[in-house]
């Protein structure tokens, strides 16, 4: 592994000081401390066979003798916050910041997420392997997932398509096994920044739910691979001038960003293994540009 994967990737991080600071931790419970403590009871019965009256001296003699030594105070402390962060974050909940656009109109650049680590089932930190099968990813749930072309980063999208589906998304309209999804006008999404722009917004209705789109009216429907698609079972998918159609493997998604014509996705990439898989997105907990953001979504 890489330096650079080895820095992007915060879970081996952690799971590193989680086992150097509870080895040190251990060290320290386990065999420096009780030595500090016959030491400091041997120095201690010397002291009192002395008749010392202060008994100020005494218990300051007595918090110098078991103070832990500066290396172990400094590394084995962290142990307990380590552990309870390595533990919420490797089964239940991880933080993650939507860095782009290609979630729009349903997550911003700047918002903070919250993702559901286990309602998918239990996986080991680190080699994410599934020891303990919950729920299935469905249509329509926003996951986060590490992208099949770089591991070491983290994806996030909207399922549209699960396996065995025949996904096709032409002249811009999704249709998931024969059935096409519904589309409802909305005021013209404004994107507010640098450059005022404003893009056509509708609402998606499909058999599992029904949330907002954006659609660039300037773009082609065409799918532009700039050359033959070199992604696992590439040979499920076609492309025209209209879109793409693709049949999803077992063990495998088929990814949208809600800004359909601004998202790097499944179209282009390829399909999610299942073992890619890192948790379902389902709360804002934060955005410091506009706090009114916080809250659930869909």
Same mark, same amino acid.
Not at 159 to 180: E, H
Not at 182 to 191: I, R
Not at 197 to 214: D, M, V
């Given at each position: 592994?890489?330096?650079?994967?080895?820095?992007?990737?915060?879970?081996?991080?952690?799971?590193?000081?989680?086992?150097?600071?509870?080895?040190?931790?251990?060290?320290?419970?386990?065999?420096?401390?009780?030595?500090?403590?016959?030491?400091?009871?041997?120095?201690?019965?010397?002291?009192?066979?002395?008749?010392?009256?202060?008994?100020?001296?005494?218990?300051?003699?007595?918090?110098?003798?078991?103070?832990?030594?500066?290396?172990?105070?400094?590394?084995?402390?962290?142990?307990?916050v380590i552990a309870l962060v390595f533990i919420l974050r490797s089964f239940l909940f991880e933080p993650f910041k939507i860095p782009s656009g290609s979630m729009l109109p349903t997550l911003f650049v700047g918002d903070f997420i919250l993702?559901?680590?286990?309602?998918?089932?239990?996986?080991?930190?680190?080699?994410?392997?599934? /020891?303990?099968?919950?729920?299935?990813?469905?249509?329509?749930?926003?996951?986060?997932?590490?992208?099949?072309?770089?591991?070491?980063?983290?994806? /996030?999208?909207? /399922?549209?398509?699960?396996?065995?589906?025949?996904?096709?998304?032409?002249?811009?309209?999704?249709?998931?096994?024969?059935?096409?999804?519904?589309?409802?006008?909305?005021?013209?999404?404004?994107?507010?920044?640098?450059?005022?722009?404003?893009?056509?917004?509708?609402?998606?209705?499909?058999?599992?739910?029904?949330?907002? /789109?954006?659609?660039?009216?300037?773009?082609?429907?065409?799918?532009?691979?700039?050359?033959?698609?070199?992604?696992?079972?590439?040979?499920?998918?076609?492309?025209?001038?209209?879109?793409?159609?693709?049949?999803?493997?077992?063990?495998?998604?088929?990814?949208?960003?809600?800004?359909?014509?601004?998202?790097?996705?499944?179209?282009?990439?390829?399909?999610?293994?299942?073992?890619?898989?890192?948790?379902?997105?389902?709360?804002?907990?934060?955005?410091?540009?506009?706090?009114?953001?916080?809250?659930?979504?869909?």
């Amino acid at each position: 592994m890489s330096l650079q994967a080895l820095i992007g990737n915060f879970a081996l991080i952690l799971f590193i000081l989680l086992i150097v600071t509870g080895v040190v931790w251990c060290f320290d419970r386990f065999t420096l401390a009780p030595k500090r403590r016959l030491n400091a009871e041997a120095i201690l019965r010397d002291f009192d066979a002395k008749s010392h009256p202060d008994s100020g001296e005494r218990a300051r003699l007595e918090a110098d003798l078991l103070r832990q030594p500066a290396w172990v105070e400094y590394t084995g402390s962290f142990f307990p916050v380590i552990a309870l962060v390595f533990i919420l974050r490797s089964f239940l909940f991880e933080p993650f910041k939507i860095p782009s656009g290609s979630m729009l109109p349903t997550l911003f650049v700047g918002d903070f997420i919250l993702v559901n680590k286990f309602t998918y089932g239990i996986r080991l930190p680190i080699l994410d392997k599934k /020891i303990i099968s919950m729920n299935e990813p469905q249509r329509g749930d926003v996951m986060v997932f590490k992208y099949p072309k770089d591991p070491s980063q983290n994806y /996030i999208k909207r /399922i549209v398509g699960i396996p065995g589906d025949l996904v096709v998304y032409k002249d811009k309209k999704l249709t998931v096994n024969g059935v096409q999804s519904e589309y409802e006008g909305m005021p013209d999404f404004l994107h507010e920044g640098s450059q005022l722009s404003y893009s056509k917004q509708l609402n998606e209705k499909t058999p599992a739910l029904t949330h907002r /789109i954006l659609n660039d009216e300037d773009r082609s429907p065409a799918v532009y691979m700039f050359g033959e698609a070199d992604f696992p079972f590439a040979d499920q998918c076609t492309y025209d001038a209209d879109g793409v159609s693709c049949k999803v493997p077992q063990g495998h998604y088929f990814m949208m960003g809600d800004n359909r014509d601004n998202s790097q996705d499944s179209r282009y990439w390829g399909f999610v293994p299942d073992q890619n898989v890192v948790g379902k997105a389902f709360f804002i907990w934060m955005n410091f540009s506009d706090i009114k953001r916080i809250g659930s979504f869909q």
